[in-house]
């Protein structure tokens, strides 16, 4: 059984009339990756500064590693590391001298920490850049030095907010493919983003939040299981005749079938064989199938169904 | 030592830290040196009249005349006959020439004669035949002190500033005021580095958000304030020190001889610079930058008040007003070196250095109460 890293229990925050954290609950497990997703303001930064100690909160209780996390208690801040949303780095500091000095925070010996900043240069990939210094580094660079300040010390918790804002795509996917490796290394993450489909594809568990408050939590799929949207299914399929069209519609989990065009549309519930049980029948009936798609709900879905607005609206 | 050294790399690299506590004022001193360098030598230094003397009796009056002019500074005596003497007269080539008769000297001036050359030249024949009453008993007596007396009392009348014995070591020059002040300026933007120090710690203030990190650290708040204070505290004493030592070799400006007293100024003053620039950062709003540059109009505005450009500003504050000059932070350290480079009682010194610690004390206690109740973190 996997314990708990992050435990966290009806914390409330305000901002004078606006409450940012509204009664919110999570836990992370040793070894998972969270995700929070929400839109701008929803409160997943406020989270993150609240289970850090750098933001005093009106109620709730918040553990680390099973103990009360204080702005002291320097012990669980040894075992954490953060990259935070905007680039944290020095400008007058080389790419070296930047990650040198922040893992020096919590590395006080200097054979150790060269070992651990070279890892971590290599991790991220800025071999040949560490003379350079953060000015004369481009977005995505800059970016990966921002995570390698944050991880060279090898935390055992790593809080990444929303660090692929303004990236490039292929930066976009190292860094995910680097929290994945962080992850295999033994380290727990708790990341946030509004980007759905990185949460879609790092995250063992998502949290979404709205208002500061959790609205949902699950896997992903647990996630889109809770919504009554469906799977809509199209087939280019000429020559279907209505025995074959009911056949499909007494199929589990399918809510209407229709066929105009020679294109079978079908809409369907959640579920992972949907497709395939189409296709058997289809198959069998010695049809010739041409095109086949499939639209399955989103996690904007989710939140379009639980809060009655796009989380891309907020974007 | 890590955080110390980067601490110190960080401060050494901030160009605009350097460049207003460094590189500008000792421009400025040299622009100064430019300006002001002859100026106070060429007011306070005349050259020697040349004079001819004709003799028309012969009497103790006279005899004695040349006696004293010939050892009177100001007085160039050409000795030639009475044609040539009046020759050089007409072309301009001797300033005047003194026609000594019985008991008065008469006095004719060279065609392009200017009013100091006039005022010398006949101050000292009115002072001889005023005074000759007095130089004939001496004479009489052999009271020699009495006519040594005279002579160098004809000589002092040369000198345009007269100082109060006991009060200066060392001779003033009110043009040495725009470096002291200058000097006083540089120490006050080292206040820049106080609104850098804050800076890290507060997340929503700095350019890059570096106090997050800094914040989560297993690094108390203390040690990231005291390593920043005293890195900064050192790079600004070595700065000050070189500014003094390029003012005193570079530029002819005195330092005074000392030194434990200006190693005490140097401290105190860059102390009280640096946590009035933590008060800059803690209570001006904006960004870092705009917290900086709110700091320097301030530091400009005290400057200048403290006779940065103006050097009799202060002069005229202590007589109409003089509370400008106990408040204004500059004013403060200016009187502080003045009186220390130039006072032999150095009490005044010492009351001013009171005045910087217990702002600095006062300033300190406020910036450090105010940054343990920081909130770092924005929504």
């Known amino acids: 059984m996997s314990s708990k890293v992050i435990s966290v229990d009806n914390l409330v925050k305000r901002y004078k009339e606006l409450i940012a954290l509204d009664h919110f609950s999570m836990d992370v497990d040793e070894g998972q990756i969270l995700g929070l997703l929400g839109p701008n303001g929803s409160g997943k930064s406020t989270t993150i500064n609240c289970i850090l100690s750098i933001l005093e909160f009106d109620s709730g209780d918040i553990k680390v590693f099973g103990k009360k996390m204080t702005p002291k208690s320097y012990d669980l801040k040894r075992l954490i590391g953060i990259v935070p949303q905007e680039v944290a780095v020095y400008d007058e500091f080389t790419v070296y001298e930047n990650i040198d000095f922040f893992c020096g925070l919590y590395i006080k010996d200097k054979e150790e920490r060269k070992k651990l900043v070279n890892e971590a240069i290599a991790f991220v990939g800025l071999q040949d850049f560490v003379k350079f210094k953060p000015g004369k580094l481009s977005g995505g660079l800059l970016r990966r030095l921002n995570i390698a300040c944050g991880i060279a010390h090898k935390p055992k918790l790593i809080f990444f907010d929303e660090p692929t804002v303004a990236v490039d795509p292929q930066s976009r996917n190292n860094i995910l493919e680097g929290i994945l490796k962080l992850r295999q290394g033994g380290a727990t993450i708790v990341y946030t983003s509004h980007y759905m489909e990185e949460i879609e594809q790092i995250c063992d568990r998502v949290i979404i939040m709205d208002k500061g408050q959790a609205i949902a939590s699950g896997t992903v799929d647990e996630l889109k299981g809770m919504i009554k949207k469906s799977e809509l299914i199209r087939i280019e399929v000429p020559g279907l005749d209505e025995d074959t069209l009911s056949k499909i519609n007494e199929l589990k989990n399918i809510y209407t079938v229709s066929y105009e065009d020679n294109i079978l549309k079908v809409e369907a519930g959640s579920g992972k064989h949907n497709v395939i049980d189409i296709i058997n029948i289809l198959q069998d009936r010695g049809l010739r199938l041409k095109k086949i798609f499939s639209e399955q709900p989103t996690l904007n879905d989710v939140f379009l169904e639980f809060t009655g607005k796009e989380l891309r609206d907020d974007l | ?379």
């Open chain 2, 1 to 379: 030592m890590m955080m110390f050294k980067y601490s110190l790399k960080k401060t050494l690299s901030n160009r605009m830290f350097i460049f207003w506590s460094f590189v500008f004022p000792v421009t400025l001193m040299f622009f100064f040196h430019l300006a002001f360098s002859s100026i106070y030598a060429d007011q306070n230094t005349i050259e020697p009249r040349d004079v001819g003397v004709i003799y028309e009796a012969d009497n103790p009056f006279t005899s004695f005349f040349g006696t004293v002019t010939g050892r009177i500074d100001v007085l160039n005596i050409v000795d030639e006959d009475e044609e040539t003497l009046y020759d050089l007269l007409g072309q301009n080539e001797i300033e005047g020439i003194y026609i000594v008769k019985e008991d008065i000297v008469e006095v004719a001036m060279c065609p392009k004669y200017s009013e100091t050359d006039s005022m010398i030249i006949k101050t000292v024949a009115d002072y001889y035949i005023r005074e000759y009453d007095l130089v004939e008993q001496a004479l009489t007596s052999g009271d020699m002190d009495t006519v040594n007396s005279m002579i160098d009392n004809l000589n002092s009348q040369t000198d345009y500033v007269s100082q109060k014995t006991g009060i200066y070591q060392e001779e003033t020059n009110p043009y040495n005021w725009y470096y002291y002040a200058t000097i006083v300026m540089g120490i006050m933007f080292q206040a820049m580095a106080g609104v850098n120090l804050v800076a890290e710690l507060q997340a929503d203030v700095g350019e890059r958000k570096v106090a997050m990190r800094t914040s989560v650290s297993p690094v108390s708040k203390t040690v990231i304030v005291l390593t920043g204070f005293f890195s900064r505290l050192l790079v600004s004493i070595v700065i000050s020190s070189f500014s003094l030592f390029c003012m005193d070799r570079f530029f002819d400006i005195p330092v005074g001889k000392r030194m434990p007293q200006l190693i005490l100024f140097i401290l105190a003053s860059n102390m009280f610079a640096l946590s009035m620039g933590e008060m800059f950062g803690l209570f001006f709003k904006g960004p870092v930058h705009t917290r900086g540059n709110k700091g320097t109009a301030l530091i400009m505005t005290s400057v200048f008040l403290s006779g940065e450009m103006i050097a009799t500003l202060p002069g005229m504050f202590e007589r109409y007003l003089p509370i400008v000059n106990d408040i204004n932070p500059a004013t403060v350290l200016n009187f502080a070196l003045y009186r220390l480079v130039y006072y032999e009682d150095l009490t005044s010194f010492y009351i001013e250095i009171v005045k910087i610690v217990l702002l600095t004390v006062l300033f300190l206690t406020v910036a450090t109460m105010k940054l343990r109740r920081q909130k770092y973190a924005s929504l």
